[in-house]
């Protein structure tokens, strides 16, 4: 039977307060420090096109049944046509992302800026924590949890009495790490450079392929069952208003 602890006001005050304090405080300062390392860029005139014939796709499928059926074949033809049509890609002219990372030189440094001030702040901050706070049992949660849990919330804590509600004080680190997203958003707004999540997803990819998400575009289009739903308007507002008026 797992056993309940009594925790120490001194753990509270020395232990979870400051950790949590310098956890937010690291990432206010690193927002500032990538803010200070981004460089301006030029957007691309071809980028910034082909993004917007994508959306001009998209809103012409998802309103596709509320324009007459000439009207959508035109457009179709026009945004997907084998030999001049805006949504298609030679084989020839498809260009990898990764490969026109590494011959943009400033894509490279930008990426490598971002990745710098994501891991060495993290690297310096669990190496504090695992000097100092290693070994303390610093919080407890409010409600059950499974067995589950315990390689989670007890990281450090090698102790199989200890009831999975525990959280250890290396857990509680990682439990900022990826959880004070929202607090963050609240003190720097929205478009912040403070989510771990994002840029660990964002070093395994190189970013935007236009000519795959062209070629996914012109198949979705090419598979649209076009149906006018204008004409059945006024049957559907009868049934509506005869069900009103019974």
């Known amino acids: 039977m797992a056993e309940d602890l009594v925790l120490d006001t001194a ?7 400051p950790l949590s304090v310098v956890m937010v405080l690291i990432g206010i300062l690193r927002y500032f420090v990538s803010k200070l390392m981004r460089s301006f860029q030029v957007p691309d005139h071809k980028i910034v096109k ?29 945004f997907s046509n084998e030999e001049n049509g805006l949504l298609f890609v030679p084989k020839g002219q498809a260009q990898n992302a990764q490969a026109q990372m590494f011959s ?11 990745n710098l001030s994501m891991i060495i702040p993290q690297t310096l901050t669990f190496a504090w924590v695992n000097f100092f706070f290693s070994g303390f049992v610093a919080a407890k949660i409010p409600f059950p949890l499974t067995q589950r849990f315990r390689s989670m919330l007890q990281n450090g ?31 720097l707004g929205e478009e912040n450079a403070t989510d771990d999540t994002q840029r660990m997803m964002q070093m395994s990819g190189f970013g935007f392929d236009p000519s795959k998400s062209l070629s996914a575009e012109k198949d979705g289009l090419d598979i649209v069952q076009h149906e006018w739903a204008l004409p059945k308007f006024e049957h559907r507002a009868e049934a509506v208003l005869k069900k009103l008026v019974s």
């Open 11 to 17: 753990i509270r005050d020395w232990v979870l307060i």
């Open 50 to 78: 082909e993004g917007q014939v994508i959306v001009r796709a998209r809103n012409l499928r998802a309103a596709a049944n509320f324009i007459p059926p000439k009207s959508f074949r035109s457009r179709r033809v026009y």
């Open 104 to 114: 943009d030189p400033n894509m490279a440094m930008d990426m490598m800026k971002k």
């Open 157 to 187: 804590i090698d102790l199989s009495t200890v009831d999975v509600s525990y959280v250890s004080s290396r857990s509680w680190y990682f439990l900022n790490l990826f959880g004070l997203r929202g607090l963050f958003s609240l003190i």
